[in-house]
């Protein structure tokens, strides 16, 4: 066993679904001053039925990231009964995997540590349910005797800044087409691929700075 007991070096990221990402985006970057440092684009990810989905990161301070999952093709829930409440009821309509989607993130400094924990769950009443290499990090995920996802992560190498540059084009372009009925994924790397030759004189002459 590894000398220390205590590895978890804080909250990597704690995560949310939203049906409003314009309206996410409006509020964390462009009011709370939280800027986009990562996104994922998630094509033909899960089971066959799964809907293609966005997971977009801010950056919170003292490393810590809040991030919210778009999904595809799925029509909001009737939310009107959940309103100001922070556990947000949806309707009996709403997609396990929308709801399931939450969760909180702890961040490990290396794969020893991760695998320590590992040890750890797998010898609990809760053992690790997947372990992920997903981009920039790998990650175990389990659920607490609550039934809430925790993820422990590690990062697999440091995040570029043409990454950031990346996840704030991907971001634009998805508050740029989500007022279209029925967009998809495709709409969204299509506007994206549209952002770039837009900007492409601008960066000649400045370099391919993050907004």
Not at 3 to 31: I, K, N
Not at 116 to 145: C, F, K, N
Request: aromatic share 12%; glycine share 6%; charged share 25%.
């Amino acid at each position: 066993m590894l000398e220390s007991s205590h590895l978890v070096r804080g909250v990597d990221h704690a995560a949310f679904p939203t049906f409003d990402p314009a309206g996410t985006v409006r509020f964390y970057r462009d009011v709370l001053g939280f800027p986009v440092v990562h996104s994922i684009c998630a094509a033909g990810w899960g089971p066959e039925d799964h809907p293609d989905f966005i997971h977009f990161f801010f950056d919170i301070g003292n490393d810590d990231r809040i991030a919210f999952f778009y999904y595809f093709g799925l029509e909001a829930a009737d939310r009107s009964v959940g309103k100001g409440d922070v556990y947000a009821r949806f309707d009996a309509n709403t997609p396990e995997f929308f709801v399931r989607s939450r969760h909180l993130a702890l961040h490990v400094d290396s794969e020893d540590h991760l695998m320590e924990y590992r040890r750890r769950l797998d010898a609990s009443e809760w053992p690790v349910e997947m372990q992920i290499q997903h981009e920039t990090i790998e990650s175990i995920y389990t659920h607490d005797p609550n039934g809430y996802m925790v993820e422990i992560t590690r990062a697999l190498r440091p995040v570029t800044p043409q990454e950031d540059l990346d996840a704030n084009l991907t971001i634009d372009a998805l508050v740029d087409i989500v007022q279209q009925p029925g967009h998809t994924m495709d709409d969204l790397l299509l506007r994206k691929a549209e952002l770039i030759v837009e900007r492409a004189e601008r960066w000649q002459e400045t370099g391919p700075v993050a907004p």
